[in-house]
Every structure is written in C-alpha cells, then in structure tokens.
C-alpha cells in the first residue's frame, strides 16, 4: 500500500517543475490527483500521462473564483480534499530602485496571495474529510534575504509566517500546516527567455561555489519532502519549515569555495 493510499491530493502549479513531479510521486503513492495550472495543455498532458487517477483544472492562484472551482472540481471528481499542495510560483528580477510596482505585485499576488487564497479555500472541505495537509511550498528566500528579488524575498518570508499562523488556527480541526523551503533547484522558474538547460547550467555554477552538496536539487528531491509532510509519517509536525537547499543555508561558503 502507498503512502497516500486513499486520499486526494490538489496541487496548483503542478504542469511543470516540482509541482509536475510532486503530482506524479504522489500518485505513485496513491494518492488521486488534481492537476491544476494555468498552462492548460501541459497541464492535460500532466493529467492524462498520470491516467485515471488524476483529473485536470484549470486554476489561476491569484483569483478567488477559480480556487473555489478547483475545489468543487476536486470534491465532485474525487469525493473529497485531503492534501493540498500550493505550489505555483513566479520569480521577477530587478535592483530594488528598478522594480516596478506592478511587478512587485504581480509576485506578490501569485507567490503570497495565491497560497492564502488557496488555504481558505480546502479547510472547509478538509474539516469534512476528517482532517489533512497543507503544503505551502516557500523558498530560501523566506529564511535569508537575496539581491534583486524584493519581491520574492517578502512573498515567499510571507509564506513562511501564514504557514505557522495558519497551523495554530486549524489544529483543532486535525489539519496540519507546513512549509519547504527548496535552494536551488532544476526548474525553468525565473528563467525568462533563457533555455532551461542554460539556467539550469548557472545552478549548477552557484551552488558548486556554494553548497556544501556542490549541486542544485532535483524536483523530485523536493517531491519527496512533500510526500513526507502529506503523509502520516509527518503526523507530529505541524507550523514548521523544511530546509531542502543542499546545506547552502547553513553557514559560511562551503571549504574551498573562491568566495
């Protein structure tokens, strides 16, 4: 038997990345899956490779609306929400005194509002269910603070504090809340025009510098911390945040680093 046999898992932002493998991990594990994306076609495609277990919906994390559809596609397909994953993202750069507001906000709306909106949105159903997981995918960025990314800095530093205030509220529901927070890792996020394999390759080059691991992650390392905090095997961790990032948050340069 799986880890997740039995239950239901919603994860937003889950055509691509860690959310594409958290989604096809999960499943693996038994777990029935709602795909949810704003990229409709890589989301079906997600959705259909997975087969029966898994049903596609199309979820912008910034609208209210579209949160309250995905859940109501989530219950009617699947019965009911156990685990909810938010995991959708966006990353824009600029030196503060350049960053445009409409670009602060627009990060902020998907990387902050989008997890808020989507906690609102499941604990209803998961009181329903008996309880669940909550999942708030965060970043080191919400343990350190970064160069030219204000904005994903303070939403992904928000996602950390509503994850800790949202697990006191709704433990006496048998709903547990707890952040990840991923170093760098194998995904197209922040890649803008760049080839993945290209982003992909100045990863590697940071974190060679830096990590004690000398390696960027894989989403499928992330995947498994998820798995993790979905399942029982978490059952006595609630408000708190784990660290994925291949040591590069413990301390001074990694022994024999140039920097």
């Not at 949105?121 to 998961?126: C, E, L």
């Not at 343990?143 to 994903?152: F, T």
């Not at 994850?163 to 922040?190: D, M, Q």
Request: glycine residues 12%; contains cysteine.
């Amino acid at each position: 038997m799986g880890r997740l046999e039995g239950r239901v898992a919603l994860i937003s932002g889950a055509a691509r990345g860690m959310g594409q493998a958290e989604a096809r991990l999960f499943a693996a594990e038994g777990a029935r899956i709602v795909v949810c994306d704003v990229v409709d076609a890589e989301g079906e495609a997600v959705a259909d490779q997975i087969g029966p277990r898994a049903h596609y919906q199309h979820l912008d994390v910034t609208s209210e609306a579209d949160w309250t559809a995905a859940v109501a596609a989530t219950t009617s397909a699947f019965g009911k929400v156990d685990v909810l994953v938010n995991n959708a993202g966006i990353a824009e750069g600029a030196p503060l005194v350049e960053m445009t507001l409409e670009s602060y906000r627009r990060v902020t709306e998907v990387n902050q509002t989008g997890v808020f909106l989507g906690m609102k949105a499941v604990i209803g159903p998961m009181t329903d269910a008996g309880g669940g997981s909550i999942v708030n995918i965060s970043s080191i960025d919400g343990l350190v603070g970064m160069n030219n990314v204000m904005s994903y800095v303070a939403a992904k530093w928000a996602v950390r504090g509503m994850t800790k205030a949202a697990a006191i509220e709704v433990a006496p529901r048998n709903i547990r809340v707890n952040s990840i927070h991923p170093g760098f890792i194998h995904t197209s996020l922040g890649a803008g025009e760049l080839d993945p394999s290209d982003i992909h390759a100045l990863l590697d080059t940071y974190t060679a510098r830096m990590a004690p691991m000398r390696r960027a992650g894989e989403p499928e390392e992330i995947a498994k911390l998820a798995l993790f905090l979905a399942s029982d095997d978490s059952s006595y961790s609630t408000g708190s945040e784990f660290v994925a990032d291949g040591g590069l948050t413990a301390g001074y340069p990694a022994p024999g680093s140039p920097w």
